[in-house]
């Protein structure tokens, strides 16, 4: 009897290691549709891979309101030097 429940357990868990079903290939289609960065949100309409870099990372939706997306590339370079001169203006004061 111990000797059964032991042999159904190791079978059991030999399951675990066989290849998957040919089901999941269905779910991959789906994945056209949605972002590289998030699988689970779909790709924002303005982030389209033309801009360097963009891979559809949006999760604040923040592409929808901006009307032309170099303004906003533009102003993210433009607060980035200003915050890299301020560290340097941080370290130099103390």
Do not use: C
């Not at 949605?34 to 309409?45: A, G």
């Not at 923040?62 to 370079?77: F, G, M, N």
């Amino acid at each position: 009897m111990v000797r059964s429940v032991l042999i159904a357990a190791l079978i059991g868990s030999a399951a675990a290691f066989t290849p998957a079903s040919s089901t999941a290939r269905g779910v991959v289609s789906l994945n056209a549709e949605m972002s590289k960065s998030l699988p689970f949100m779909p790709v924002p309409e303005k982030l389209d891979g033309s801009m360097a870099g963009d891979v559809g990372f949006d999760p604040m939706g923040l592409s929808e309101i901006q009307q032309d997306l170099t303004y906003a590339r533009w102003a993210e370079l433009k607060h980035g030097r200003v915050a890299m001169l301020a560290v340097v203006g941080l370290i130099t004061q103390t």
